[in-house]
C-alpha cells in the first residue's frame, strides 16, 4: 500500500464497509482487522442490529486514512 488516499486504501476502505475488518487485514493489520471485526459483531448483538453501521463506518475510515508502517 502506498499510503493514506492510494487505490489501495480505497479498495480495503470498501472491503472494510463490507466486512468490517477485512480492510486492515487486506493491508497486512491482521490484529486489527480482527478487533474491528470482533468489536462490529458485539455493537451489532448489543444493540439489537442498529449500532453495527457504527463499526462498519470506522473499520472503513481506519481502512482509508492509514499511512503504512513506520519507516
Do not use: E
Amino acid at each position: 500500500m502506498a499510503g493514506q488516499g492510494s487505490g489501495g486504501n480505497v479498495v480495503a476502505a470498501i472491503a472494510s464497509f463490507i466486512i468490517p475488518g477485512l480492510g486492515q487485514l487486506v493491508q497486512g493489520r491482521a490484529l486489527r482487522g480482527l478487533l474491528m471485526f470482533v468489536l462490529t459483531g458485539v455493537l451489532w448483538v448489543i444493540t439489537f442490529g442498529f449500532g453495527g453501521w457504527i463499526g462498519h463506518i470506522w473499520a472503513c475510515y481506519d481502512a482509508a486514512v492509514w499511512k503504512g508502517p513506520k519507516a
